[in-house]
């Protein structure tokens, strides 16, 4: 009987390592699961694995890649390869031999007629040829084209021929006589296909146009599709029609063949000759053959041509053009290319480049994942009574989709990023195990994006939930693996969620700048007549942290000062912030510039700013040091702290001292000479008043004030007869005005 594996949920407060902020890495669903790697097990639509269809190796061609594919009418599947432009026929029993050699490379297009004669297109400038069952070969037609992409034979017997680089249709009679049936426009004509009325149906590249050529000239664009390549058009019995399109697989083949042209010396005529049985196979054969193709060399044409890959883009498709020439896309990915599709009912079958994967999609539009060939580089898929078969280049084989399932299987999840060191806690999975089944997991982690030779080996099994801790060493990284296997007649097993548990190194907070500003209360009263004071004025400077690793300070940087305006507070504000997101406490402190120790002034603040009354602060330069931590989310032994000091700060609440001498006659005027002393901050400004006029400002002897000791001449016109008064006002850094007063006679 099947029985339910228990979840085996992680009790944190046992767990000393996962106090604080503790996370959890969690598969369980489709879109997690599909983003591993699959062997021997399949991913259903509803997000569950469990062993997979059996996808049974049937030919191995030795060639770089099987482009085409063909039923015949007597069960044998044809197969047209490069880059030695063999074509091969596969027998039901699975006994395969070379039947045709082209003169060209690559054989890109197969198609059997009624008759059950198969015809093959061979490129790059090459021609149409017949063979027919009893293996004879001969030139049919000659396209006078580049490349032969697709053939579609007719039940007339007429054959139809797209090329490139022309885009060109051909419609060829039984008897090899051939025109040109429509000019798209485009550079290929990518795929064909026949509709319930002969209609011929094509697709293109590079605008990835699909059109319904109703006779000589005449089309009708039925869709005009975002992705530059229209790869294959499979025609339904109510007249829809499924189109597969993606980035651009056409020019990577076009180069492929062009290079392998030029470097075997193929020309394009040929002896009309039958190879026969010299590469002939008997069953089952997946050993390389000595004469396979080499991956094209780096900086080479056929490297540099490859498919459209831009990340986020959507990179293919799957549509379904209804009767009433509606389109609805049915599937889309911006990670897989999707190389070809058959359907089945409402059930679409479909191949694409993650691996050489197979998917199934029903009407409710989910995929499932059947099957991996574990290839890169798929090509076709071809329905035929002995089950699904799927070719693929990088060697060319032939895989078949069984009815049975695998026995045993594995799953590599993705790698998932901690974003720091991390130390790793308990695996746990969900799912129904049944006592006949076999399950285990393996972790292994790094400090490198991808696994690599720097990561640790793949840790011991694991296979009871009850001794599940992950042994891997402490890293960034962690990746799962997990074997399953089953009795060929007990039930089935599956997982439908894995978990792994991990404790991230906390990282350090970091305070990023500290901001005074001085602000004044209202002012107090004035006697009456008493002269207005100067604006107050607020000044700030910002000390920021530069990322340096020395202890940050604000050494160099613009002193601030604090005025006596009103009732004065000093505003310390700061920016800080945490790399986990942590919740933040500060603690301010103080000290002034003769001092050694620092004095606290408030702990556990958990707002970013704090006003403090300037007047508890005798004037002096002082230094505010903010410290952050992330004790309120992290143990004690895990908590981690930052601080960083302000520049220094001037509190300045002691007016300038203005000392004024004796008035001395000189010419027709008097001068009047002063002295101002400041004991906190330099002079920033001189004025003077005669007789409670207007300020006018004064320049001190060296023609600037900008020191602490500042002195100057007030000259005066002669004046009227009678009593005058002279003030003389200065003002510090603070904005602390000091006056003198002299009164003439």
């Known amino acids: 009987m099947n029985l339910r594996c228990p979840a085996f949920w992680l009790t944190w407060a046992a767990l000393p390592l996962l106090a604080g902020s503790a996370a959890t890495w969690e598969s369980g669903n489709y879109s997690d699961f599909v983003k591993g790697r699959f062997r021997g097990l399949a991913l259903t639509r509803d997000g569950r694995i469990e062993l997979a269809p059996k996808l049974e190796p049937v030919f191995s061609s030795g060639q770089a890649a099987i482009w085409s594919l063909a039923a015949a009418p007597d069960g044998s599947v044809y197969l047209g390869a490069g880059h030695r432009g063999r074509v091969y026929r596969i027998t039901p029993g699975g006994q395969g031999s070379v039947i045709w050699t082209a003169p060209q490379p690559d054989v890109f297009a197969l198609a059997v007629d009624a008759k059950g004669n198969l015809y093959a297109g061979a490129s790059p400038n090459g021609k149409v040829w017949r063979i027919d069952p009893a293996g004879k070969a001969e030139e049919f037609y000659d396209p006078k084209e580049r490349y ?155 490297q540099a041509a490859s498919y459209v890959d831009l990340a986020g883009i959507e990179r293919s498709a799957i549509y379904r053009v209804h009767p009433d020439n509606t389109v609805e896309t049915l599937w889309s990915s911006k990670e897989e290319n999707v190389f070809d599709l058959t359907v089945a009912g409402e059930q679409i079958t479909f191949l694409t480049d993650q691996n050489g994967r197979l998917y199934r999609q029903g009407a409710d539009l989910k995929p499932a994942l059947l099957a991996e060939t574990q290839e890169g580089d798929p090509t076709r898929l071809l329905p035929t009574a002995q089950g699904l078969l799927a070719a693929t280049g990088n060697l060319g084989k032939l895989f078949r989709l069984a009815e049975a399932n695998e026995l045993s299987g594995a799953y590599e999840s993705p790698v998932h990023d901690a974003a720091s060191i991390a130390r790793w806690g308990r695996l746990d999975w969900r799912g129904e195990i049944p006592a006949s089944a076999r399950l285990s997991f393996q972790t292994r982690s790094g400090n490198s994006q991808r696994p690599d030779p720097t990561w640790s080996e793949w840790s ?68 009456a007549g008493a002269p207005a004071a100067a604006p107050a004025v607020s000044y700030s400077v910002t000390v920021t942290d530069t990322g340096a690793a020395a202890s940050p300070t604000s050494s160099g940087t613009p002193t601030q000062t604090v005025s006596r305006q009103g009732n004065p507070q000093l505003s310390i504000a700061w920016q800080a912030d945490d790399p986990d997101n942590d919740r933040l406490v ?81 010419g027709g005027g008097l001068l009047l000479e002063f002295t101002i002393e400041d004991s906190a901050s330099p002079v920033r400004r001189i004025e003077a008043s005669v007789d409670a006029g207007p300020w006018f400002a004064l320049d001190p002897a060296d023609g600037i004030a900008d020191s602490r000791l500042e002195s100057g001449t007030l000259r005066l016109a002669v004046l009227a007869a009678g009593e005058h008064v002279v003030v003389i006002r200065a003002f510090d850094s603070s904005q602390n005005a000091g006056l003198g007063k002299a009164v003439l006679r």
Request: some cysteine; hydrophobic content about 40%; charged content about 20%.
């Open 460 to 527: 011991k099994p694991i296979t009871s939930p009850a001794q599940s801790q992950i042994t891997s060493p402490n890293a960034r990284y962690l990746q799962w693996r997990m074997e399953m296997s089953a009795s060929a007649s007990g039930p089935q097993p599956s997982i439908e969620m894995v978990a792994a548990s991990y404790l991230p190194q906390n990282a350090r907070p970091a305070v990023r700048s500290i901001t005074v500003t001085p602000q004044w209360g209202a002012a107090a009263a004035k006697p």
């Open 586 to 666: 500060y603690s301010l402190w103080f000290r002034g510039e003769d001092e050694r120790d620092w004095k606290k002034i408030k702990d556990d603040l958990t707002d970013n700013s704090l006003a403090v009354d300037s007047e508890m602060l005798a004037d002096g330069r002082y230094f505010f040091r903010v410290e952050a931590s992330d004790r309120l989310a992290n143990s004690s032994s895990a908590a981690r702290s930052a601080d960083l000091v302000s520049s220094p700060f001037i509190v300045d609440h002691t007016p300038p001292l203005v000392r004024l001498g004796a008035p001395r006659r000189e």
């Open 148 to 302: 032969i992409w697709a053939l579609a034979a007719a039940p007339s017997g007429e054959l139809y021929v797209g090329a490139g680089d022309t885009g060109r249709l051909h419609r060829v009679t039984a008897a090899g006589q051939g025109e040109v049936w429509y000019e798209s426009g485009q550079t290929h004509l990518t795929c064909l296909a026949l509709d319930a009325r002969g209609r011929v149906l094509a697709g293109s590249e590079p605008n990835g146009l699909l059109y319904r050529i109703e006779g000589k000239g005449k089309a009708f664009v039925l869709y005009d599709s975002s992705l530059p390549e229209i790869r294959t058009i499979a025609v339904e019995p109510d007249g829809s029609l499924y189109v597969a399109a993606l980035g651009g697989s056409v020019r990577r083949q076009a180069a492929q063949a062009t290079s392998a042209a030029a470097s075997s010396g193929a020309v394009g005529t040929v002896s009309t000759s039958v190879t026969v049985t010299a590469d002939a196979q008997t069953g089952i054969d997946l050993r390389p053959r000595a004469e396979a193709a080499k991956p094209p060399a780096p900086g080479t044409e056929a």
